[in-house]
């Protein structure tokens, strides 16, 4: 069912029964397709054992830590960008193969693998969107951040407008990336890149990994490195399984108890009012409903995730049944009222 027109519903009611309220770094694709709560640092078989095991960080790391190096990005802009930054990806999980279809090197590297952590939480420790420009104004900010922190340039004889500039410089540089509109592939938005600006890389604790992408068949020596940390990480399929669906019909769940409750303890209402709390019971059901009909074809693959799903789908469609069944009732009833006055 869709929303109510503008003229069907009133702010509190739309508030209160319709309004997402999940904050923006921990929308999921069920609540939105195109937004993940994770950042993904995506890499191949070999490198996701190194980055556990912490090879390459520039001190001894405590036990239970992994290290991702920073380096430059791919395309740099012919040579001028030269900022060393940790890279991920804010793609949801099930779209994260496409990067094996678009980049034959990540092909080529089995990219089937990564590791995933809490967007709030890198957020937090500095990871930042990346600032996509023309290729012009990425060379002009490039030369700029250059003059000034290499040549020591000063661009003006007021120090706290120096300041405020090598600031600035200091904050976008290590984010930009060129927009490429001329470019025959159009450039690379589809990687949703976010970065963490440390050329020092990133060292984690195991206990901040939230997802971990890889083969079924590869699962077994990466649990062994992570020990028991591993009952807290979520496994997936990048190109098969997706679990987003579940976990948020689990947030839900409490929500819609409460609202069933809510009109089973209103039997001495108005016939009107009771309606109206179907219709909206109704609506959210519905909506839920329709989410898990239009993921249910592509989480058909994985047995587990499927038969989850068919149950969820299932439970829900009875009570949506249910609800319906109510709603008729009470209509049938204030039919007959009318008629008798």
């Known amino acids: 069912m869709p929303l109510p027109t503008p003229n069907e519903i009133s702010w509190s009611d739309w508030s209160k029964y319709y309004k997402i309220n999940t904050p923006t770094f921990r929308l999921a694709p069920v609540e939105k397709p195109d937004m993940s709560p994770f950042l993904v640092h995506m890499t191949g078989k070999q490198a996701i054992i190194k980055i556990l095991l912490g090879d390459g960080a520039p001190e001894d790391l405590p036990s239970g830590h992994g290290y991702l190096q920073a380096n430059v990005p791919e395309y740099n802009s012919k040579g001028t960008f030269d900022a060393r930054v940790v890279c991920f990806t804010e793609s949801p999980t099930f779209a994260l193969d496409f990067f094996r279809y678009r980049s034959i090197e990540r092909w080529k590297a089995d990219q089937r693998f990564g590791i995933g952590f809490d967007k709030s939480a890198l957020v937090e420790l500095g990871a930042r969107p990346v600032i996509y420009v023309e290729d012009n104004v990425m060379k002009t900010i490039s030369f700029l951040y250059h003059r000034i922190n290499d040549d020591g340039i000063q661009i003006s004889p007021d120090k706290e407008l120096n300041a405020k500039v090598n600031f600035i410089l200091e904050k976008m540089y290590p984010l930009l990336y060129p927009l490429l509109e001329n470019h025959s592939s159009q450039g690379f938005m589809w990687e949703r890149e976010w970065r963490y600006p440390d050329p020092n890389?990133?060292?984690?604790?195991?206990?901040?990994?939230?997802?971990?992408?890889?083969?079924?068949?590869?699962?077994?020596?990466?649990?062994?490195?992570?020990?028991?940390?591993?009952?807290?990480?979520?496994?997936?399929?990048?190109?098969?399984?997706?679990?987003?669906?579940?976990?948020?019909?689990?947030?839900?769940?409490?929500?819609?108890?409460?609202?069933?409750?809510?009109?089973?303890d209103s039997q001495t209402a108005e016939l009107e009012e009771q309606k109206q709390h179907l219709h909206r019971l109704i609506e959210q059901y519905s909506l839920a409903y329709h989410s898990l009909d239009a993921y249910e074809t592509f989480i058909a693959t994985v047995s587990k995730e499927y038969d989850r799903l068919r149950e969820q789908k299932e439970r829900i469609r009875k009570r949506l049944d249910e609800l319906k069944e109510n709603l008729d009732s009470i209509e049938g009833q204030i039919r007959e009222n009318a008629s008798g006055e």
């Open 201 to 264: 890389g990133f060292v984690f604790d195991y206990q901040a990994i939230r997802v971990i992408c890889c083969p079924r068949d590869e699962e077994g020596d990466i649990r062994k490195i992570l020990g028991s940390v591993v009952d807290q990480i979520t496994f997936v399929r990048t190109w098969q399984e997706y679990d987003d669906v579940t976990s948020y019909l689990r947030r839900q769940e409490a929500a819609w108890r409460s609202q069933e409750v809510l009109y089973e």
